[in-house]
C-alpha cells in the first residue's frame, strides 16, 4: 500500500518548529500509520525541500542557517572510503591487476594523452577510461585544493549549514567531496552537479559515500546547456572554465544564479595558461557587475588591475592514493604518474558588494602600484595582499607576487635583508594584507616587472 507522502509532510512541517521529527512518532499523524522505516525514507527524500537534517539519533531538525566556521588544518590525504571506491571501478574494469599488463600500459597512455591534450590546449574526450584515469591523477589534489579556497569563505562567515549549491563540470568529483568534508556532518547540502560525460558514472558512485544530509542530483547536460534553476549559494566551476566555447558568457549565466548572499567559486591549476585565463574571466565578470571578493584584492576605489593576472597558491602535498601508487609503481617512469601536490588558482565573486578586505586607500601617503613608474627608485610606503607563495629559485632573495588592485604591470617584493620587523612578509598566508613602510621601488627589465626591494630599512606588518 502507497505511504501518503502528503500527509507525511504535512505534519513534518506542522511539527517541525516544535520539537525534533521522530519517524516512530510522526507516523502516529498519519492514517494509515506507516512503518517507521517509510517515513523516514520520505524525510529523507524531502529534507532539502524542507531544510531538515538528520541527526545521528534518527530525528530530523530544521537547519539553523548559521554560518560555518570549522576548525580547518589543511588535507593530508584523500579518504579512505574514495579510494575504495575508485580501487573498485579500476578492478571492476580491469581485474584485480588492473595496474598492470595491458591494461596498466592502457590506462598510463590515457594518463599521458589527456595530459599532453591539456598542456596543449587540446580538447579532451571524456569517455569512461579517461574518466578513470582522471580519478586516479587528478582526484586527491582537486579534493585538497578546494578546501583551502572554501576556508576564504567560512572564515568570511560566508558559508552557513544550510547550502544549496551547484557543481558545474563537476567531472568525477574532487571540488564536490572536498566541500562535504568541508562542512560539518549536519550541515544541510542539496547539491547538483552537471557533468555530460562519462565522468558521472564515477562521480555517482563517489556520491553514494557521502553523509546523510548530501542530497545529490546529478544532472547529464553540458555547462551550456544546463538551465539554473532557482537560486543557490555556492557555484563552483572548478578546473572547467578553460574548456568552455564561451567561459564569460556561460559563467555570467551561473553568476546570476547566485543567491542574494551566495558565492560563485572558480578554481583552475596553476600553470600559466589556465591561471590567467580564469583572471581573464574574473575581470570580465567584475566589468559585468560581479564583486570580486578574493583572492585578488581592489584596494583602490574605481581602480581594476590589468597585469597579466598570474597568481596561485600552493599548499602542502597530499599523500599519494594507494591506486595511484600501484599505477605509477608498475611503471618505468612512476613520477609522470605521480601527482600529489596541490598548486592551484581560485577566484571568489559575489554580487551583494562583498570583500574579503574591506579597505579603500587614498594616495595622501601610500604608493598606489599603477603609479609605480613614478617612483621608480624612491621609497614608498604601501599596504598590498601577498599572492604567492616564494617564487624564487633555491638559494635566490625570496620573492613575492604582490597586489593592491590598481597595477598594470607584474609587482613583486623581494626580500633582500630579512629582518624582525620585515618577517611578516615571509609569514603572511597567501592572500592576505601587508603594510608596508620604506620599500625601495625598482623596475626589473628582464622580467617586466616592479620590484619592491625589502631591505633592513624596511617594516612589514600584517594589516
Not at 571540488?175 to 547539491?191: I, K, M, N, T, W
Not at 625570496?398 to 607584474?410: H, I, M, N, Y
Amino acid at each position: 500500500m502507497p505511504v501518503d507522502r502528503e500527509a507525511v509532510l504535512d505534519s513534518a512541517k506542522y511539527l517541525r518548529g516544535v520539537r525534533p521529527l521522530d519517524p516512530d512518532e510522526l507516523r502516529e499523524y498519519v492514517a494509515d500509520q506507516p512503518h517507521e522505516a517509510v517515513v523516514r525514507q520520505v524525510l529523507r527524500e524531502h529534507a532539502a525541500d524542507l531544510g531538515l537534517v538528520e541527526r545521528a539519533d534518527g530525528t530530523f531538525v530544521p537547519a539553523s542557517g548559521d554560518p560555518v566556521r570549522p576548525v580547518f588544518e589543511g588535507v593530508d590525504a584523500l579518504p579512505r572510503e574514495y579510494e575504495r571506491v575508485v580501487e573498485d571501478l579500476l578492478v571492476e574494469r580491469w581485474g584485480p591487476d588492473w595496474h598492470r599488463g595491458d591494461s596498466g600500459a592502457s590506462l598510463r597512455e590515457t594518463i599521458r594523452r589527456f595530459k599532453e591534450d591539456y598542456y596543449r590546449q587540446h580538447a579532451v574526450e571524456y569517455d569512461y577510461d579517461v574518466a578513470l584515469g582522471y580519478a586516479v591523477y587528478h582526484l586527491a589534489s582537486y579534493y585538497a585544493a578546494v578546501q583551502y579556497a572554501l576556508a576564504d569563505l567560512a572564515e568570511g562567515g560566508l558559508l552557513t549549514d544550510d547550502l544549496r549549491v551547484l557543481d558545474v563540470g563537476a567531472g568525477v568529483g574532487g571540488p564536490a567531496l572536498g566541500l562535504f568534508d568541508f562542512l560539518p556532518e549536519d550541515a544541510l547540502v542539496e547539491y547538483h552537479a552537471v557533468e555530460p560525460s562519462d565522468a558521472a558514472d564515477v562521480l555517482e558512485e563517489l556520491l553514494a559515500e557521502t553523509g546523510r544530509n548530501v542530497h545529490p542530483t546529478i544532472h547529464r547536460e553540458t555547462a551550456e546547456a544546463f538551465d539554473p534553476d532557482g537560486e543557490y549559494d555556492l557555484v563552483l566551476a572548478c578546473s572547467v572554465l578553460s574548456e568552455l566555447a564561451e567561459p564569460v558568457e556561460t559563467a555570467q549565466t551561473y553568476v546570476d544564479a547566485l543567491a542574494g548572499e551566495g558565492s560563485f567559486l572558480g578554481l583552475a591549476p596553476a600553470d600559466k595558461h589556465t591561471s590567467t585565463h580564469l583572471r581573464e574571466v574574473e575581470r570580465d565578470l567584475e566589468s559585468r557587475g560581479a564583486t570580486v571578493y578574493g583572492p585578488t584584492p581592489r584596494l583602490w576605489p574605481g581602480e581594476r588591475p590589468t597585469d597579466r593576472g598570474w597568481t596561485f597558491d600552493e599548499r602542502p602535498a597530499v599523500e599519494q592514493p594507494r591506486f595511484q601508487e600501484r599505477l605509477a609503481g608498475a611503471s618505468q617512469r612512476p613520477s609522470e604518474f605521480t601527482h600529489t601536490e596541490v598548486r592551484f588558482s581560485y577566484s571568489l565573486l559575489r554580487t551583494d558588494g562583498v570583500r574579503q578586505h574591506d579597505v579603500s586607500l587614498s594616495a595622501d601617503r601610500l604608493l598606489k602600484l599603477a603609479d609605480a613608474d613614478d617612483r621608480v627608485t624612491d621609497r614608498v610606503d604601501a599596504v598590498l595582499a601577498k599572492l604567492s607563495r616564494n617564487l624564487a629559485d633555491e638559494g635566490a632573495n625570496p620573492l613575492f607576487k604582490v597586489s593592491d588592485g590598481s597595477e598594470d604591470e607584474d609587482c613583486y617584493a623581494v626580500l633582500v635583508r630579512p629582518t624582525s620587523l620585515n618577517r611578516d612578509l615571509r609569514r603572511a598566508d597567501y592572500g592576505d594584507l601587508l603594510s608596508v613602510e620604506s620599500a625601495l621601488v625598482l623596475w626589473n627589465d628582464d622580467e617586466g616587472a616592479y620590484n619592491l626591494v625589502v631591505d633592513e630599512e624596511t617594516v612589514v606588518d600584517a594589516a
